[in-house]
């Protein structure tokens, strides 16, 4: 009931298209869903995070999708450019508790 | 949001050594985590530093072999101690802002390498 479930495992976009990636998770008491980008040889960075109380959240060409009845939140990359080409962590937790449960990742590359 | 500065970046250790790796926040902040994450994994929580208490520890990770200590609300260390090449890894600290609105951020990572 802790597991967040994340795909694709890899994800191959064109330049310019729609990257998407999902995550669904089952413990309903999940208050905070983040989305972190690693690059290699770094520590993963916030992009962008949202709460349940908003079903979409956005922030320059960063997108989250919240659908809380079916228990599952998405990342869209609008324009994505070949420096977007990283690896995104989606995580949830409880407020109350301030423990991460994290997705497996998925690794983006942006074809030129 | 607050700056978050972890070192060494990178070491390579001798096998039987012990490294203590530094995170330091440029303001106070309650909750302080420290991280695992394998290449190509994702992130594996070690413990949580408390603020004048001992460290909480997660199944599979043990104080003697990574002590932790939180002298205060904006410093923190993790040390693996007698290391072996299975600890290779990426070691991250990690923090929780305070506020209705709290996020978690993280450190740039220790890759450590064990030879």
């Known amino acids: 009931q802790q597991q967040v479930k994340q795909s694709p495992q890899s994800l191959i976009v064109q330049k310019g298209g729609i990257s998407i990636i999902n995550c669904a998770y089952e413990?309903?008491?999940?208050?905070?869903f983040p989305w972190y980008q690693q690059f290699p040889g770094k520590g993963p960075a916030l992009l962008i995070a949202?709460?349940?109380d908003v079903s979409e959240k956005k922030e320059g060409r960063f997108t989250i999708s919240f659908n809380k009845s079916a228990k599952q939140f998405s990342l869209h990359i609008m324009d994505s450019q070949p420096g977007d080409s990283a690896t995104y962590f989606c995580?949830?937790?409880?407020?109350?508790?301030?423990?991460?449960?994290w997705g497996a990742g998925t690794k983006l590359i942006i074809k030129p | 949001s607050a700056v978050i500065s972890q070192k060494p970046s990178r070491d390579i250790c001798q096998r039987g050594t012990s490294l203590t790796i530094q995170c330091q926040v440029d303001?106070?902040?309650?909750?302080m985590f420290w991280y695992r994450q394998q290449p190509g994994q994702s992130l594996t929580l070690i413990a949580t530093a408390n603020q004048g208490s001992e460290a909480t520890y997660e199944s599979g990770f043990v104080i003697d072999k990574f002590p932790i200590s939180r002298p205060n609300l904006t410093f923190s260390t993790l040390t693996v101690s007698n290391m072996s090449p299975e600890d290779s890894s990426i070691y991250l600290c990690?923090?929780?802002?305070?506020?209705?609105?709290?996020?978690?951020?993280f450190g740039q990572g220790t890759r450590l390498t064990v030879v």
């Open positions: 995580a949830a937790s409880e407020d109350s508790n301030y423990q991460l449960i």
């Open positions: 303001s106070q902040v309650t909750m």
């Open positions: 413990n309903t008491a999940f208050d905070y």
């Open positions: 949202i709460r349940p």
């Open positions: 990690s923090f929780w802002t305070g506020g209705l609105d709290t996020e978690a951020f």
